[in-house]
């Protein structure tokens, strides 16, 4: 059974740096990509990034709009984890965060509230 657990998230202000990290467990991530989705209060969750498989061609790496040249995602194949740099965060950003895997993009982007989730991770941003 597959495990997701976030952590790495607090309290900041505006325009400082968080990281958080994403292990998972339960099975063989090798042929999965890996996420990171947000849920601000009273919103729907939203994708904020994934790192593929070099087969994923130009979509190996992906982010949100929101978030490009801000977050920077990488992944450690050898520890099943995730991680998000987050750099100049704006109050914008506060949210629960978490981490999700998919074989495919497409997959990845259409997981929704059906699917499994972790506990995630919150993230305040401070004006």
């Known amino acids: 059974q597959v495990q997701l657990v976030e952590s790495g998230g607090g309290l900041v202000q505006a325009g400082g740096s968080l990281r958080l990290s994403c292990v998972a467990s339960?099975?063989?991530?090798?042929?999965?990509?890996m996420g990171w989705f947000r849920q601000a209060p009273g919103k729907e969750r939203e994708f904020v990034a994934a790192?593929?498989?070099?087969?994923?061609?130009?979509?190996?790496?992906t982010y949100a709009d929101s978030v490009k040249g801000r977050f920077t995602i990488s992944r450690d194949h050898a520890k099943n984890t995730v991680y998000l740099q987050m750099s100049s965060l704006k109050p914008d950003d506060t949210a629960v965060y978490y981490c999700?895997?998919?074989?495919?993009?497409?997959?990845?982007?259409?997981?929704?509230?059906?699917?499994?989730w972790g506990q995630g991770t919150q993230v305040t941003v401070s004006s």
């Open positions: 339960g099975r063989s991530f090798s042929n999965h990509g």
């Open positions: 790192i593929g498989l070099v087969t994923w061609g130009a979509d190996a790496i």
């Open positions: 999700n895997t998919a074989p495919s993009l497409a997959r990845l982007k259409s997981l929704g509230a059906g699917d499994y």
